[in-house]
């Protein structure tokens, strides 16, 4: 098959719905010639619903991020499947309600710490745990939220998104000896279930529909999709510890 990824294998984590950001990458990953394989945490059987509405077949592993016994498995399933990798695509982010909705300076450091292990950690452990199947190279992938500002009701998951863009550049600079690659999609607001789960969304989106040189459509994932994918492709071969943002030009936006 052609396509920008013929003949590549992809990981993508985080397929949860049909909205989501790496459904759309995983459908366009295939598109463009990869096999991709998933993973899911905490409902795996919720995965392989959607991902039967892929282009074609995938398999779904067990993954929470956080549990080493998951990860410390996972290069060997991945192997049974695929062979090796030749990219990894993280969109995995998670921060407890109480460190979220207008609550920062109460939140307890437990709350913290958990979205900082989900969301910001997992980058390195995901890739050190993919890392034995990537022996010619390969990609990693990751989606932020711009972490250069305060967002309205974001709270926590700030900080965390600006320790996941430093941990992507320490990676960058650890891991190009091994020929892998490690960048950012700073992604727009998309109405997926994980955005869904912020208290005061919608005040965030408005920032879209007042700002965005390009217009903005908070349900149509799949420019983002294309982005990610563009980054796991051969295409960027010499670009790692890059965020490059799809959000349709709101970051460069001043008062």
Same mark, same amino acid.
């Given at each position: ?22 459904? #759309? ?28 509405? @892929? ?12 549990? !080493?016994? #998951? ?13 090796? @990798? ?30 900082? #292990? ?36 974001? !709270? ?27 960048? @950012? ?31 903005? !459509? ?32 709101? #970051?460069?936006?001043?008062?």
């Amino acid at each position: 098959m052609s396509g920008i990824l013929a003949g590549k294998r992809i990981l993508v984590t985080g397929v949860l719905m049909e909205s989501s950001i790496a459904f #759309h990458t995983a459908k366009l990953a295939q598109e463009q010639g990869a096999e991709v394989i998933l993973t899911a945490f905490p409902r795996p059987t919720l995965t392989e619903r959607i991902a039967r509405k @892929l282009p074609k077949p995938a398999k779904v592993i067990e993954l929470d991020v956080t549990n !080493d016994e #998951h990860l410390n498995r996972l290069a060997d399933l991945v192997r049974e499947e695929l062979g090796g @990798l030749d990219g990894v695509v993280h969109s995995i982010g998670f921060a407890p309600q109480d460190a979220l909705g207008g609550n920062f300076l109460n939140t307890p450091f437990e709350s913290v710490a958990t979205a900082m #292990h989900v969301s910001a950690f997992s980058l390195k452990s995901l890739t050190m745990a993919c890392l034995p199947l990537m022996e010619e190279g390969g990609s990693v992938v990751g989606l932020t939220f711009d972490a250069q500002f305060a967002w309205p009701q974001y !709270d926590w998951m700030g900080p965390a998104k600006a320790a996941l863009e430093a941990t992507s550049r320490y990676l960058a600079r650890d891991l190009g000896k091994q020929k892998i690659r490690c960048n @950012l999609i700073s992604a727009g607001p998309i109405g997926s279930m994980a955005a869904k789960s912020i208290p005061g969304f919608s005040d965030l989106a408005k920032v879209w529909d007042e700002r965005s040189p390009l217009e903005w !459509d908070m349900a149509d994932p799949e420019p983002t999709g294309r982005g990610v994918v563009a980054l796991l492709s051969d295409w960027f071969p010499k670009t790692t510890g890059e965020i490059v943002h799809v959000d349709g030009g709101v #970051h460069i936006m001043g008062a």
